[in-house]
């Protein structure tokens, strides 16, 4: 996926802000900060949100940004996340 360079430095001050904000700052709420701040009639994003089991059959829950498809931010690392629900972004 290619940024443009206004991108990188959104998704750089979302993340950065985020590493010094601990607790408050979850994967939701930077997915939702740069899916505001990045979308625009041009360029719809999604917002997606994933749920896995763990071995130990806890929950886990992740957020991240799509664009055309793709992970644009925060996509999970793993495969073993099922997409729950997705937010699409009015065209």
């Known amino acids: 996926m290619l ?10 001050a979302v993340e950065a802000t985020g590493r010094r904000l601990g607790p408050i700052s979850t994967c939701l709420v930077r997915a939702l900060v ?7 009639k041009e360029r719809p994003l999604s917002l997606a949100i994933g749920v896995k089991r763990s071995s130990t059959g806890r929950l886990h829950s992740h957020a991240w940004v799509l664009s055309g498809g793709q992970s644009l931010v925060g996509g999970p690392l793993d495969g073993d996340f ?3 629900a997705t937010w699409e972004s009015p065209a």
């Open 3 to 12: 940024l443009r360079g206004s991108d990188e430095r959104v998704i750089w």
């Open 34 to 40: 740069i899916e505001m701040r990045l979308s625009s």
């Open 82 to 84: 099922v997409r729950m």
